[in-house]
Structures are given as C-alpha cells and as structure tokens.
C-alpha cells in the first residue's frame, strides 16, 4: 500500500509536471485563461493518463519494442477521441473554449513520458496509480494557474464574480503575456515553498 501512496503523491508533488519537470507547457499557458478551462483539461489529460497506463501496462509484454511508439499513439488516441465526444456531447462550451487542445492530447508529452517511462515497465494498478498522481498534479497546477489569471484578469473565479464589478481588471493576463508571467510567478512561489517543506523533512528525520 505503501508503494501506491508514494507513486500517487510523487505526481502530485514530487514529480509535479507543471511545476517540477515543466512539461505540457503548450496547453499550460494556452487554455488557463479561466478556472473553469483548466479544471477541464487537467481532468481530460487524467482520464488519458490512467487509461492509457493501465492499456500500455496491459500490452507490455505483447508489443514489440520496434513498434511500441505507434502502439502508444493508437492506445492514447482512442482515449482522447472518447473524452473529445463526450465534452462535444455532454459540455459543448467548455469543448469549444478547449478546442484544439483536446485532440492535441494525443502528442502531450507529460502522457508519452509516462508510457515510456512507467507504464511499460510497471504492472496496471501501479501504472494507474501513476496515471492518477500525475494528472491530479497537473489538474491542480492548471487550476491554480488558471485561477489567478481568471481573478487578476477578470475579477471573477469560475465565472463567479468575486472581486466586485469596479475591480480595475488587468486584462494583460487573460492574454498570452500574462500566461507567462503568472506561470513564472507560481513556479517560484510553489518551488519555494516546495524547497522550505524538503528542508523541514529532512531537519526533522
């Protein structure tokens, strides 16, 4: 049970793909306009993730080693086509405000990383479990990310309005250069903050 835990808060923290090892920088700074957005996609990356895990885990030993980046891309695929039509079918808008980072799932290099890396070398439920920490860690990163922007931008989280109608909106970060600049700010405050809580652990072992 132990090794489970350890993998899953490994994502979450340790291995962070946003905010440790910087991957999936595209969809990162493109959809994170609005909270909404980013939960979105950090919740169809996650789905892609354990699925194709748990399949890649599956097919291991079957796959031969001189077609196992086609097979990978067939299996993590079907998986962003069956999310695709359900947001298309079930949440139109937020499909839409998605749009082509959806199917560019498929190419998400946090995903392939993690087939390439773990899944095929691990049994299905630990690969799930991988699958799991590594896109609640970038669920949680997107939503953080994409909240501040939301609120210093549009004075709203959600679509709620939080900061009151005459709050002076900067509209800079609902734009590309406040994608950027907000992605720098979280990073230094999350990896300080990481940094502070290693210490501790290690002052107290």
Do not use: H, Q
């Amino acid at each position: 049970m132990e090794k489970y835990k350890k993998v899953l808060l490994n994502g979450i923290i340790n291995e962070n793909p946003t905010f440790r090892l910087v991957l999936g920088m595209c969809p990162t700074l493109a959809v994170t306009t609005a909270a909404v957005n980013g939960l979105g996609m950090g919740l169809a990356t996650t789905f892609v993730l354990i699925c194709s895990n748990l399949v890649i885990s599956l097919i291991r030993s079957f796959v031969p080693d001189k077609v196992r980046i086609p097979a990978y891309i067939v299996v993590i695929a079907t998986f962003v086509t069956m999310v695709d039509l359900f947001l298309k079918a079930f949440l139109p808008s937020l499909s839409a405000s998605l749009g082509l980072f959806i199917p560019l799932i498929v190419v998400n290099c946090i995903i392939f990383a993690r087939a390439e890396s773990f899944a095929s070398k691990n049994p299905p439920l630990l690969s799930m479990m991988d699958g799991l920490g590594m896109g609640l860690g970038f669920t949680i990163a997107l939503t953080i990310l994409s909240s501040v922007r939301e609120l210093l931008g549009s004075g709203t989280w959600f679509g709620l309005n939080v900061l009151g109608a005459n709050y002076p909106k900067a509209l800079m970060f609902v734009l590309a250069p406040g994608g950027f600049i907000t992605l720098g700010l979280v990073l230094a405050t999350v990896n300080k903050l990481l940094g502070l809580w290693e210490k501790k652990k290690k002052e107290a072992a």
